[in-house]
């Protein structure tokens, strides 16, 4: 019976190539809400391709996959874990019952640091966890935030380097005075033009 594992990993897809270059039976699924890289492939920042499933949730997983197929699986690599609301169920099932190694990668938090979709909801599941950091894009420290550069508002805004930067606490904190304050500014704008009209 194979290992059963969760892992709990930062945004990049790189642990998916892990598991693709170990096992022979490997599926990877990611969330039919990014289309950034096309729907049949996760990229990584590096450029590589694997072949994926891109569906709207995980409870459609084994239908697509085929019943047959899905038996013969060793690992189930889920990429974006944050999109997919029955993330829980899923990996409970496939871990306990089905005997999958289960292996997410997801943002444990968004860009206001609270907590994203399912992703900390399923730690009590893992066996291991292990929390990745980037690099601060303004000073090159250990970047555990996500700032947002735009003022969209709503937690599911699926951008890249256009939308999000990678910034440590310092910068996370400097960062949101910045636009707190930009923000500000703004607003007196509008109400002077406002005034004038
Ligand atoms: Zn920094």
Known sequence: MPKIAFRIMH????????????????????????????????VTHDGAKLPCLALPDLSSFRQKFGLDAYDQ????????????EDLYDFCREAADHDGKRVIVAGLDGNYLRRSFGSVLDIIPLADSVTKLTACCELCGKRAFFTLRKTEETQTELIGGADVYMPVCRQHYVSGQVVKEAAKTVLESQNVQCVSYA
Do not use: W
Not at 11 to 40: E, H, M, P, Q
């Open 11 to 42: 945004i990049d897809a790189c642990i998916c190539i892990y598991v693709f270059s170990l096992f022979r039976s490997v599926a990877i699924i990611k969330s039919n809400k990014d289309t950034r890289y096309g729907l049949d492939s996760i």
């Open 73 to 84: 699986l060793d690992v189930i690599g889920i990429d974006e874990a944050q999109f997919f």
